[in-house]
């Protein structure tokens, strides 16, 4: 019989387990895992609960039919308990729809299947017309009721006990994978376009470069598809739709979507010739990371509008075979303002603090967007900025705090992240174009090395083409994904070695074309591990000899 630790709920502590060859009835002490379970799913879940329990965790069961404030209460004493816990919920979401509207879904008994969703009130982004109640998984965390989550939460929406054995396959699979390749290090990017006006916009596009650059390390590689025609980052309108699904097939270990978004799709490209789908629900049959799924990010938005009668984008993607492993998205209006921060802080914590699972780093990144102090230069001045472009909206806390509220985790927040080891690179700070540079590179594991001098990615290696007409020819869209692809591509030179553990020298011949900020990159790809690394190094100008003549 598996070792579970039950909690039971509303007083039924001698009532019968729904399925008695999974759980046992014991004490919650020292559990570390919540799980919130309806009865229709709970033996789904057991080879899930197993497999956490080999990796040392202690789970406790809450029934998922008790109702919301007794599930909650059950979570607090939990948490009391363990501080270190983290809340799994599964199954759908109950609608705030008349019953008669699950029947399509959940059939006559919606509690078999699901368990409710909190409805927060809405206060800022009501202005931009969203709904006056937020669906939000936050309460079941934050147990001092000050919006601020104090654990990791996240909700497997699945329908039925088919789709729950499909997608924790899927999450034991991606822990266990030995898939070292660089899909690892690649975070790809798909921007819409702001549409809030000139000014607004480019404010926008100033938040994305500088998540680019200060906050995705140097190590990782990046690309980005954005929804502009005129941008060298479009490979153009009729083909933008395959690309953005091609980057999300050929694996990465972050898929992010910044822009406008809708209960099931995100904003459209408009070009001189119309519009053009970036992506919707449609999709999802083409969706086919099956070997290296991407978690995504839906910067947007509605996409993770998970309480209404029909699955919303992020429901649809997830329990796709070939979709993301997890989502983290809004489930309603969202504002620019506060999603830049939020999004930052996601990165923080990913990369920087090195999160252990999904539910942690979102949490933390929850919890500095509500508590971290904003008194550094850079913050007042974005702060003022979005005073200025949204005076509607300018109570920011008030802003941030909804933030809170408004994006969850439709995925397991213990899913683990790949977090790679180390590897130390050295190389000039300043060298000139067209010299030989030396670099040395410490790693701790041995393996394939890919070694590259690479632009800062938020430059290109030769100035783009200006994009004044649009070209709907075969030729013009042949120009497109061809300034699309070498955008994309920042790599001045390179090689692929197999080194071994410990220190290795290599010599790199600078560009003499090129100048400016500029990074050398390192990933191993070794039997058991990861690691990666980077240095700085400022290109100068090639220095001109004169000629005879003295000219």
């Known amino acids: 019989m598996h070792a579970w630790i039950l909690a039971l709920v509303l007083g039924v502590a001698g009532a019968e387990p729904a399925d008695p060859a999974t759980v046992t009835t014991a004490a919650p002490v020292a559990a570390d895992v919540a799980l919130v ?92 017309g969203s709904e006056p109640e937020i669906a939000t998984d936050n309460w079941y965390a934050d147990f001092d009721d000050d919006g601020v989550p104090e654990a990791a939460v996240g909700r497997l929406p699945v329908d039925s006990a088919v789709e729950l054995r499909a997608l924790t396959n899927r999450i034991i699979r991606y822990e266990r994978s030995s898939n070292l390749s660089p899909w690892r290090r690649r975070i790809n990017l798909v921007a819409g376009i702001g549409g809030f006006g000139a000014v607004a916009d480019t404010a926008i596009e100033a ?21 502009g025609w005129q941008s060298p980052y479009c490979p153009g309108p009729p083909q933008f739709r395959n690309t953005v699904i091609r980057r999300f097939n050929e694996g990465c270990l972050l898929w992010v979507y910044i822009g406008h978004g809708w209960r099931d799709e995100v904003d459209r490209l408009n070009a001189p010739d119309g519009q053009y789908t970036i992506l919707s629900e ?62 930052q802080e996601l990165m923080t914590s990913f990369f920087q603090d090195r999160a252990a699972t999904i539910g942690q780093a979102l949490r933390d990144a929850k919890r500095a967007l509500a508590l971290k102090p904003r008194t550094s230069e850079q913050d007042q001045q974005f702060d003022a900025l979005a005073k200025a472009l949204m005076p509607m909206a300018a109570d920011l806390k008030a802003q941030r705090n909804e933030h809170l509220q408004l994006f969850n985790l439709l995925g397991d927040p213990l899913l683990r992240l790949p977090q790679p080891e180390a590897v130390e690179v050295t190389a000039p700070v300043e060298v000139r174009a067209g010299e030989e540079m030396v670099i040395s590179a410490t790693s701790p594991i ?33 120009n497109y994904a061809e300034a699309y692809a070498e955008a994309n591509d920042t790599r001045l030179a390179g ?33 058991k591990a990861f690691a990666l690394g980077s240095a700085d190094v400022k290109v100068l100008p090639a220095v001109r000899t004169k000629s005879k003549a003295g000219t």
């Not at 290296?292 to 649809?316: I, K, N």
């Open 282 to 343: 449609r999709d999802a049959p083409a969706l086919q990371a099956d070997a290296h799924p991407p978690l995504a990010v839906f910067l947007s938005c509605y996409s993770g509008a998970f309480d209404g009668p029909q699955d919303c984008l992020a429901e649809t993607m997830l329990r796709k075979e070939g979709g993301p492993i997890g989502v983290l998205c809004g489930s309603r209006v969202t504002m620019p303002y506060a999603m830049s921060i939020l999004g």
């Open 207 to 227: 938040a994305a470069k500088t998540l680019l650059t200060r906050h995705l390390p140097a190590s990782y590689e990046t690309t980005l598809t954005q929804a």
């Open 446 to 478: 041995a393996g394939k090395a890919t070694i590259e001098f690479v632009v800062r990615r938020d430059r290109l290696r030769t100035p783009p083409t200006d994009r004044t007409t649009y070209d709907i020819t075969a030729f013009g869209m042949q």
């Open 495 to 527: 090689e692929t070695v197999e080194i071994p553990s410990g220190k290795i020298e290599r010599r790199i011949l600078v560009p003499p074309t090129i100048k400016g900020d500029c990074h050398v990159r390192v990933y191993v790809e070794g039997a």
């Open 37 to 128: 379970c309806p009865p229709g799913l709970l033996g789904a879940i057991d080879p899930w609960v197993r497999y956490r329990q080999s990796q040392g965790h202690v789970v406790a069961l809450v029934r998922g039919e008790a109702g919301p404030v007794a599930i909650r209460a059950e979570l607090k004493k939990l948490h009391a308990a363990n501080p270190k816990l983290s809340v799994v919920l599964l199954g759908d979401a109950m609608p705030s729809v008349p019953a008669a509207a699950l029947l399509p879904v959940h059939g006559p008994d919606a509690a078999t299947y699901c368990v409710p969703t909190h409805f927060a009130k809405a206060e800022v982004n009501v202005v931009f």
